[in-house]
């Protein structure tokens, strides 16, 4: 949620800035706006509401001069998302993009006006600039001003800032939310993550919590909590510019789609020694045979990519899991066994309750474990082990290629371990790499199926209510299923292990009501189906992903049937995920929705 981007240098802002928050529209947004500073240092900017294109139209109409300037795609907390509650948020001496929520601004808030400062929006983060402009108006200069100003606020923010009259100074700082700073020649840039800044720099350097940095077209320098000055490592990021296009496909959700075979593949070459076949781990801090309990914690589609690793590693390496969404885990307090195995999931790195679970396993003395997309986000600097996927950038606000790269580390670490604990023959562990090994080429097969999931898709698109079912470990594809329904087609779904229809569910069915399932013929095959026979009873319009065998057992029970390879039950719930994601993908496009960039939602949730 929110992107922030910001230029020092010696080429017109404003260009740079708005081809930067494209790249982050990403993340989730509804209105958007650029500062800058014009040729006699006066801050100008121009704001929209709506899709970028809108603030496009504006800076056409009205073009921004100067070359120090910062721009911001704004997720509504507080204020609504028009015009006026748009970022930046501007005096006549200071402009602020901010990304966070401040948790104290109603007091700065009342204090401020009672300074004589009069507010013009509705939002948290114009109290950032009403405040470093007070400061600013009693004589401070701008950087002692930010620094006053950041130790009066609490909360998560991300915050850029540029001063009227000071040309090549932008100033910076973080505090639970993710940010950036590029080295250019001779230009600098902050961002909220590298993908904003993929064309312009590969050299970066981020923030750890709490710092703040001042930036001039020279470079930068850094600042811990306390003011004390402090050294940050520049990295060289992977991202290029190149990888962020569409590829000619219609939305970045159908590329992403089409990536999943080659993202497994890159993902498990990446776990998986080729002359060994065999699973090559990091160092780890810890004994994978007596390592006595595993938790695992994880936000929407990363937590059911969680659900099915518990699956996995309860069943395989029979190892305890416990499992909760990260944003309820903390506020259990669950009693945890010291030295136990922490494994967080998530693809960005920055998700805000997922980083506050992870602070609190810490402290429960657990190891802690993540599997990233963005090894270089704060998670994976926090981490004691990165296991990394390899799924490139992730623009769609629904993840889709992300959750199977999840799952094939989750497979990958179910298998070291279960080798590491005994609880695999040689045998069946060479069946297991097996089926990882062929899983790539299976899942290009998926896409040979296009006529028949828009098929389903054409019943699907008409209903206002879905039913999502699966056992065992495709419980929680169904739930993967309805979550992406929902997500881009606005249609409500629920899903529910298939045996606990009966206990309640059965009741909302009849024929309009279509019941999606995921039954492939390996796992608990008989108890699906006669679930699905109930439902059938009942009038439910039945539309099943199975197999070969699964299908011929199906006929003339199931309106629709999606045919997939066969595959070792293993691997099933990384195969079976792409079909479902690929038909709410299609779903949406009947429904005329905006694929790629749902309402209301945020790609990267970095406010809890």
Avoid at 8 to 26: D, K, N, Q, W
Avoid at 403 to 413: C, E, G, R, Y
Wanted: aromatic share 6%; glycine share 8%.
């Amino acid at each position: 949620m929110c992107g922030i981007c910001g230029v020092v240098g010696s080429h017109p802002a404003a260009p740079v800035i708005f081809e930067a928050l494209r790249r982050l529209e990403y993340r989730g947004y509804d209105s958007a706006g650029i500062a800058t500073l014009d040729d006699q240092g006066v801050i100008e900017r121009r704001r929209a509401p709506g899709k970028l294109d809108n603030l496009g139209a504006v800076l056409d109409a009205r073009p921004l001069s100067g070359t120090t300037g910062i721009g911001h795609t704004r997720w509504a907390t507080h204020g609504a998302p028009n015009e006026t509650n748009a970022h930046p948020h501007s005096t006549d001496r200071v402009s602020v993009v901010h990304n966070g929520i401040i948790e104290n601004f109603e007091a700065l808030r009342a204090e401020l006006e009672d300074a004589g400062h009069v507010f013009v929006t509705d939002t948290d983060s114009e109290t950032i600039a009403r405040l470093a402009d007070h400061y600013m108006a009693r004589g401070m200069s701008p950087q002692d001003a930010a620094f006053a100003t950041l130790q009066r606020l609490e909360g998560a923010y991300a915050v850029a800032m540029i001063f009227a009259g000071h040309e090549g100074l932008m100033i910076g700082a973080r505090h639970g939310a993710p940010l950036a700073v590029g080295f250019g020649e001779s230009e600098m840039f902050l961002g909220s993550d590298s993908l904003a800044l993929a064309p312009l720099t590969r050299r970066i350097a981020y923030l750890d919590d709490g710092d703040w940095v001042v930036v001039t077209p020279e470079g930068a320098t850094f600042f811990d909590q306390s003011g004390e000055r402090v050294e940050r490592e520049i990295r060289l990021t992977a991202l290029i510019a190149g990888s962020v296009g569409k590829d000619g496909y219609r939305h970045y959700m159908e590329k992403e789609l089409h990536e999943h075979p080659v993202v497994i593949g890159q993902t498990l070459q990446r776990m998986i020694d080729p002359a060994t076949r065999r699973v090559v781990l990091p160092d780890l801090p810890f004994d994978l045979a007596t390592v006595p309990r595993a938790v695992v914690t994880a936000c929407g589609s990363a937590f059911y990519a969680g659900m099915i690793g518990r699956y996995w590693l309860e069943e395989l390496a029979r190892l305890p899991v416990d499992i909760d969404v990260a944003s309820e885990m903390r506020y259990r307090n669950p009693p945890l066994t010291p030295g136990g195995m922490a494994l967080l999931i998530s693809q960005s790195g920055e998700t805000a309750d997922t980083l506050a679970a992870m602070r609190a396993l810490r402290a429960d003395k657990q190891h802690i474990v993540s599997v990233l997309n963005m090894e270089q986000s704060t998670m994976g600097r926090e981490s004691d082990v990165v296991l990394g996927m390899v799924a490139g950038p992730e623009i769609s606000v629904a993840s889709t290629k992300a959750f199977t790269a999840q799952l094939s580390v989750l497979a990958s670490l179910t298998v070291a371990i279960g080798r590491a604990r005994g609880t695999l023959s040689e045998a069946r562990e060479d069946a297991l790499m097996s089926a990882l090994f062929d899983l790539p080429s299976r899942a290009a097969e998926v896409f040979t199926n296009g006529d028949a999931i828009r098929s389903m898709a054409a019943i699907v698109a008409k209903a206002r209510d879905v039913l999502y079912l699966g056992r065992g470990i495709c419980f929680p594809v169904a739930l993967e299923g309805a979550l992406k329904l929902k997500e881009i087609s606005y249609i409500h779904a629920e899903a529910y292990a298939a045996g606990e229809m009966k206990h309640g569910p059965i009741s909302l069915i009849d024929s309009s009501v279509p019941i999606v399932a995921i039954a492939p013929s390996t796992i608990l095959f008989d108890k699906v189906l006669s679930n699905l026979q109930e439902a059938r009873a009942r009038g439910g319009k039945l539309l099943v992903f199975t197999d070969a065998a699964g299908a011929r057992r199906l006929k003339g029970v199931a309106e629709e049937i999606v045919v997939l390879p066969d595959v070792d039950a293993f691997v099933a719930p990384i195969l079976y995920t792409i079909p479902v994601q690929f038909l709410a993908y299609e779903v949406a496009l009947l429904k005329g929705t905006d694929v790629d960039q749902p309402r209301n939602l945020a790609k990267s949730v970095t406010v809890e």
